[in-house]
């Protein structure tokens, strides 16, 4: 009995490391960007098996080469027109992103995701007509290129494309507006036995909704569950992932293969964006996923958004969005998580990876508050570099005047690299060698980035970055004159 017991615990500790793996979302909109190939050690060390690229970038192909890594290449929304308008274009790109290394390169690419959540609302309509003619012409183009079986298809969805009229997943169908461009994409997928990709965040329901309850955005258990046909959601992944199913059962696809492409929750940026929160998440998502949800049982396929963070992406969602990371940007992770193969609680973290000297700019001991130069000066920063973890409820929240200041100055000073001239405030600023961090409030120190490594593709990297900012502090200095 008890040997049963142990030899079935065996087979899903099996079932769970090898059919189980979560994957992680693997973007580059960073200033100092992990070399590729310190990141396919990290997601090796930490036991990811597999990553969802947002573009199809040739460093960071040729880094999974030979890997092993599972891999989804991107195609951004922007070149949905052309790839739509074009079969040679569909063609040169498959050839070029995709032949070229799964052949030569032997990287393992199973899926080609063709833009990223290109009906969001907020895009006003802008990608509706392109985004099916162009999944056509990848389709067609794979085929053509002997890859249909190996490769598939799919279009990575927010789950704003479907709705519910009440809070039970079984009043779910697709948003009115692209109803029938829907129902046309998923047959297009289920003729081409290709996946259905959605992107869920219950940290937005949270974000949009100050009254949005707490404990329903996570896996612990909910006070006021809602039942639906019988079936009970205490989480609002579950009901949301059900609300897709039973948009898609609806319309005669109750089958299809639903991959959730993005997931996670954010450490910064937000009062509800913090390591407690998203490590309670992360994991939280990571034990349940195995058991799959009330219409669908069973492992769901899924990828953490995301790996590390990026500190060049776009705060227009808010000033969260450079906090998805798991890990931070220089690959340290940020708290524990057990993730893929591993059985350890703690990510491993990238190794190889240089600092530049210890050294920080700060707002200057005998500088005037009331100086007329620091307005200006704090949000020619903060325009500049990232100033995402100052505010209400963030890691720097508690900064008093002068502690915000300085964290601008030396948020803009790091990402120029420590160039004398990016801490030229006038008569404000000065660099230390004391590290100013107080608490959770951490002023980093940048990395150094692959162009401080010889022999490789980023060798003309550091020259650009020291013109740019040469010609910021340039423009400081006429600035200030
Ligand atoms: C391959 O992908 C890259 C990155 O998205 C893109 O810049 C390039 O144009 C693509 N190549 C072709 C031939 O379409
Ligand atoms: C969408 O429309 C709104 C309101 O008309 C506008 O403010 C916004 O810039 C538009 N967005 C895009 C991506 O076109
Ligand atoms: C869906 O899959 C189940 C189990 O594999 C199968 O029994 C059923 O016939 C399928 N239904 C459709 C509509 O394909
Ligand atoms: C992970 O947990 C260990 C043991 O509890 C602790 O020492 C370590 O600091 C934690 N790591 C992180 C990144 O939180
Ligand atoms: C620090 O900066 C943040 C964000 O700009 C602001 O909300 C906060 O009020 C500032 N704190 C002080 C003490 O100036
Ligand atoms: C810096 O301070 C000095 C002396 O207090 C003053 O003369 C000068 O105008 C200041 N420079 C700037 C750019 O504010």
């Known amino acids: 009995m008890k040997y049963g017991l142990a030899v079935r615990g065996f087979l899903l500790f099996l079932m769970v490391n090898t059919v189980q793996s979560i994957g992680g979302n693997w973007g580059t909109q960073a200033t100092h960007p992990l070399h590729p190939t310190i990141v396919v050690k990290l997601l090796k060390d930490n036991g990811i098996q597999k990553v969802k690229l947002f573009d199809?970038?040739?460093?960071?192909?040729?880094?999974?080469?030979?890997?092993?890594?599972?891999?989804?290449?991107?195609?951004?929304?922007?070149?949905?027109?052309?790839?739509?308008?074009?079969?040679?274009?569909?063609?040169?790109?498959?050839?070029?992103?995709?032949?070229?290394?799964?052949?030569?390169?032997?990287?393992?690419?199973?899926?080609?995701?063709?833009?990223?959540?290109?009906?969001?609302?907020?895009?006003?309509?802008?990608?509706?007509?392109?985004?099916?003619?162009?999944?056509?012409?990848?389709?067609?183009?794979?085929?053509?290129?002997?890859?249909?079986?190996?490769?598939?298809?799919?279009?990575?969805?927010?789950?704003?494309?479907?709705?519910?009229?009440?809070?039970?997943?079984?009043?779910?169908?697709?948003?009115?507006?692209?109803?029938?461009?829907?129902?046309?994409?998923?047959?297009?997928?289920?003729?081409?036995?290709?996946?259905?990709?959605?992107?869920?965040y219950p940290f937005i329901s949270l974000y949009k909704d100050p009254n949005f309850p707490v404990d329903y955005a996570f896996f612990d258990g909910y006070s006021s569950p809602i039942v639906d046909n019988g079936r009970t959601y205490t989480n609002v992944f579950d009901a949301n992932y059900d609300t897709l199913v039973w948009a898609l059962q609806k319309n005669g696809f109750g089958n299809m293969t639903i991959i959730v492409g993005e997931i996670g929750w954010p450490t910064d940026g937000d009062r509800n964006a913090n390591i407690g929160y998203a490590q309670k998440f992360n994991q939280g998502f990571m034990s349940h996923m195995n058991g799959g949800t009330p219409m669908r049982p069973g492992p769901i396929d899924a990828y953490l958004f995301s790996l590390i963070d990026e500190d060049a992406k776009s705060i227009q969602p808010g000033n969260f969005e450079r906090h998805w990371g798991i890990f931070n940007y220089d690959g340290t992770p940020k708290y524990n998580l057990s993730v893929g193969g591993s059985n350890s609680r703690s990510l491993v973290p990238a190794s190889n990876v240089h600092y530049l000297p210890k050294r920080w700019c700060v707002l200057s001991p005998s500088a005037n508050l009331d100086d007329p130069q620091v307005a200006p000066s704090v949000s020619y920063a903060c325009d500049r570099a990232d100033c995402t973890s100052l505010g209400?409820?963030?890691?720097?929240?508690?900064?008093d005047a002068r502690g915000n200041i300085s964290y601008a100055f030396n948020s803009y000073y790091q990402i120029n690299n420590q160039l004398e001239s990016a801490c030229r405030f006038p008569n404000l600023s000065v660099i230390t060698t004391t590290d100013p961090s107080v608490g959770t409030c951490r002023f980093n120190i940048m990395i150094q980035t692959a162009g401080n490594q010889r022999n490789d593709g980023f060798l003309l990297e550091p020259i650009r970055v020291q013109i740019l900012g040469f010609l910021s502090a340039l423009l400081l200095l006429l600035y200030w004159s």
Not at 61 to 89: H, Q, Y
Request: hydrophobic share 40%.
């Open 56 to 200: 199809a970038e040739a460093t960071v192909l040729n880094a999974l080469s030979g890997s092993g890594i599972e891999v989804m290449v991107g195609i951004p929304n922007d070149m949905l027109s052309t790839l739509a308008n074009s079969v040679e274009a569909a063609e040169r790109w498959v050839e070029r992103n995709v032949s070229a290394h799964v052949s030569s390169n032997s990287v393992d690419i199973r899926y080609v995701a063709v833009g990223n959540e290109p009906f969001l609302s907020t895009y006003n309509g802008t990608f509706e007509a392109m985004t099916l003619p162009a999944l056509q012409n990848i389709q067609a183009a794979l085929i053509k290129a002997g890859l249909g079986n190996r490769v598939k298809v799919t279009v990575p969805l927010n789950a704003d494309v479907y709705q519910s009229s009440t809070e039970q997943p079984s009043t779910g169908d697709f948003r009115a507006n692209i109803h029938d461009l829907m129902v046309q994409i998923v047959s297009f997928l289920s003729l081409n036995g290709a996946p259905f990709t959605v992107n869920i």
């Open 392 to 399: 209400y409820g963030t890691s720097c929240g508690n900064l």
